[in-house]
């Protein structure tokens, strides 16, 4: 599947939940972006302790949307992303579960970044019934490539 038909799916996805962002991709279709669209970004919104104990996707730019202990907001993330990304670079956004990646794509849309894509799943996804996280959805689930530090 090309790259363009990907994100033009994504829209679609995103358009029909109301949301102002520019998609949302799958893990799988996020992958394919990455590994076939030689300027897409990978932006890693997770705390820095998520990226050290559950593990993080090798080559992705980090820029925490909270700040570990108490998941505050975290006031530099508009001027840690301006060093990594500008508003018409292709950014594909990714948190644990998908939330915080979802309303950092939302909140980038509102500053002018029109090519920010949610990855739905997160890293880890949700719950699965014995409350362990990585098996159900996400990143992990899809058996992506990942790495532990």
């Known amino acids: 599947m090309n790259t363009e038909r990907i994100l033009q799916q994504a829209r679609e996805r995103a358009r029909a939940a109301g949301k102002r962002h520019a998609g949302d991709l799958t893990p799988e279709e996020a992958h394919a972006v990455l590994r076939e669209h030689p300027k897409a970004i990978l932006i890693d919104v997770r705390s820095q302790p998520e990226l050290d104990f559950a593990g993080f996707v090798e080559g992705c730019c980090h820029v ?8 505050t907001p975290n006031a530099d993330f508009d001027a840690d992303l301006r060093k990594k990304a500008q ?25 002018g970044y029109r090519h920010c894509y949610n990855i739905l799943g997160g890293f880890e996804g949700k719950h699965d ?21």
């Open 64 to 71: 925490p949307w909270q700040l570990y202990p108490g998941m």
């Open 87 to 111: 508003p018409d670079n292709l950014l594909l956004l990714l948190c644990r579960t998908g939330g915080r990646s979802l309303a950092a794509a939302e909140h980038l849309a509102d500053l």
């Open 129 to 149: 019934p014995y409350g362990q996280r990585g098996k159900v959805e996400g990143w992990k689930a899809s058996d992506l490539p990942w790495r532990h530090k």
